[in-house]
C-alpha cells in the first residue's frame, strides 16, 4: 500500500470533520489521517492507487490548503 503525507492549515477536531466527506468519496483512499498536534498540521494517506492530484483536488474542495510532503 502507498503512504502519502501532506503539510495542511487542517487545525482542529471541526477542521477534520469538515474534510472527512471529501477524502472519503475519493475511492482509491483506504485510510487517512491527520497529526493535529504536528506543527505542519500532517495528513497521511494510504491507499494502492491513491494519487497525489486526488488527495490535493479532495482537500482544496474542501476549503483547505494542502502541500505534499516530499521525503528524501
Do not use: Y
Amino acid at each position: 500500500m502507498k503512504t502519502l503525507q501532506f503539510k495542511t492549515n487542517i487545525n482542529c477536531s471541526n477542521c477534520v470533520r469538515a474534510v472527512t466527506g471529501f477524502l472519503n468519496d475519493v475511492s482509491s483512499i483506504r485510510e487517512w489521517a491527520v497529526d493535529t498536534d504536528n506543527p505542519d498540521k500532517v495528513l497521511t494517506v494510504k491507499g494502492d492507487e491513491v494519487t497525489v492530484d486526488e488527495v490535493v483536488e479532495a482537500v482544496e474542495d474542501a476549503g483547505f490548503d494542502v502541500k505534499e510532503v516530499i521525503h528524501s
